[in-house]
């Protein structure tokens, strides 16, 4: 038999189409969804070939350890979020390629055509039975207690989806041997599903291989035979649970997983407070601040260059520019007025102030206050000046401030030895690792 390496397969394709398009920064939905049609025929062909399922580097984690979580932990997550259903049983089998071959009496063969033993179509998909409901049905018939079978109609009275006294010998048979091949293909599944779901609460990195992984012993309970966790059913049991490779976009410690319900316990302490002070002062009073940091000078990161030219250099104003940058107060507010009439600036100069040239050619105006700083970053010498300068002379009677946990706003006496004496003021710090956005 031939063998097929997905690799080469794609540095063919690279040469075919390389000279007539180019790679976008983002792919398409329309490139996202023939991906997934060519992988899909792409796995096809490795299964009917001779090619093993190689671990690569990323893969050799070796089994993921789950240790810590039980699954009646996880059976409260994902009975609240019915993850362990994925889409129709028909789905998960309706394509017999997708699903484990069916081995001969002699030979095993994972090649051989699978021609399943498919329910009858006369009987709708609401009457389809699990293996609990087999087995419960099959004991009420046969009353092992009295030794003496109950009459079909007494049976019917009791498990409506009961056709006939065939239908019960063979769910006997079926129940002899485990249950039926569907029945055995979904223990699979389910325990399968159970290992992914777990994993992901966990946060861990799952690949196609730690599928295999746990469909393999989760066979061995159940002992169907010919059954290899083939990338036909890996693929079948992601689309079934609507899995998809996805870029990894957020690293997050086992740390910071551990110190989540205490961040959120601490979001949830902050909205309240917030919304005490809001229904006992209203909305005007209250105003929220934060810094941002803005470049000197703003240049696109990729241009047009020959293929093969190395470095790919581009033109600027100074090298300084590109990497330094100033920072923006801004201050808004859920009133009435919404903005604070003063935008306060912070450019970086290295001795903290203005020399004469720049501080007679700086462009001025009455909604700006420019200061400088040797950093380009609100220090505590800044924001002091900003909390008498800019925001205290246009407050009324109450301030309420909602700043973030950034340090310098932590020496609060400083700030109210600047305050004026008829202004009522109270700072409210959000917790770090924490956004109060969309919260209502």
Not at 121 to 145: E, F, I, M
Not at 325 to 345: A, D, E, Q
Request: glycine fraction near 4%; aromatic fraction near 10%.
């Amino acid at each position: 038999m031939y063998s097929i390496n997905p690799l080469n397969v794609l540095k063919l394709l690279e040469e075919e189409y390389k000279l007539r398009y180019q790679p976008d920064d983002a792919p398409s939905d329309a490139d996202k969804q023939l991906k997934d049609l060519i992988k899909d025929l792409i796995d096809i062909k490795i299964a009917r070939s001779d090619s093993p399922v190689l671990e690569v580097e990323e893969d050799l984690q070796g089994d993921l350890q789950l240790d810590g979580l039980t699954f009646d932990d996880f059976e409260k997550t994902a009975g609240g979020a019915d993850l362990l259903n994925g889409s129709a049983e028909r789905y998960f089998f309706e394509d017999d390629r997708l699903n484990e071959p069916v081995t001969s009496d002699t030979e095993p063969s994972s090649h051989e055509i699978f021609v399943p033993r498919l329910p009858d179509s006369r009987v709708p998909s609401s009457q389809a039975v699990n293996l609990d409901y087999k087995k419960r049905a099959v004991d009420y018939w046969c009353n092992d207690t009295a030794k003496k079978r109950r009459s079909l109609s007494s049976v019917r009275n009791h498990f409506t989806k009961v056709r006939d006294e065939r239908q019960l010998r063979d769910w006997k048979k079926q129940l002899a041997g485990g249950g039926s091949r569907f029945d055995k293909l979904k223990v699979i599944r389910f325990e399968t599903a159970k290992q992914y779901f777990m994993a992901k609460q966990k946060r861990q990195v799952v690949k196609d291989l730690n599928l295999q992984r746990w469909a393999i012993p989760a066979n061995n309970d159940v002992d169907l035979p010919g059954f290899t966790a083939s990338p036909y059913w890996v693929s079948k049991f992601k689309r079934y649970y609507g899995i998809f490779d996805r870029k990894i976009t957020k690293f997050v410690t086992k740390k910071s997983l551990e110190a989540a319900p205490q961040v959120k316990q601490s979001a949830e302490e902050c909205v309240a407070l917030v919304r005490s002070r809001i229904a006992e002062h209203g909305l005007d009073c209250l105003w929220n601040t934060d810094q941002s940091g803005v470049g000197y000078e703003m240049r696109p990161g990729r241009t047009l260059e020959q293929k093969g030219v190395k470095p790919v250099e581009a033109i600027t104003q100074s090298e300084n520019s590109m990497t330094h940058s100033y920072t923006v107060m801004m201050t808004i507010s859920p009133g009435t007025r919404k903005f604070h009439p003063i935008l306060f600036i912070t450019p970086k100069e290295e001795k903290g102030v203005f020399g004469p040239i720049v501080s007679k050619t700086m462009f001025k105006a009455d909604d700006l206050y420019i200061t400088a700083s040797t950093s380009g970053k609100m220090t505590k010498k800044p924001y002091l000046e900003w909390s008498e300068k800019v925001l205290f002379p246009h407050m009324e009677d109450r301030c309420i401030l909602l700043a973030d946990s950034w340090k310098t706003f932590t020496d609060q006496d400083a700030v109210i030895e600047l305050k004026p004496e008829e202004l009522q003021y109270e700072m409210i710090t959000i917790p770090p690792k924490i956004s109060l956005r969309g919260r209502k």
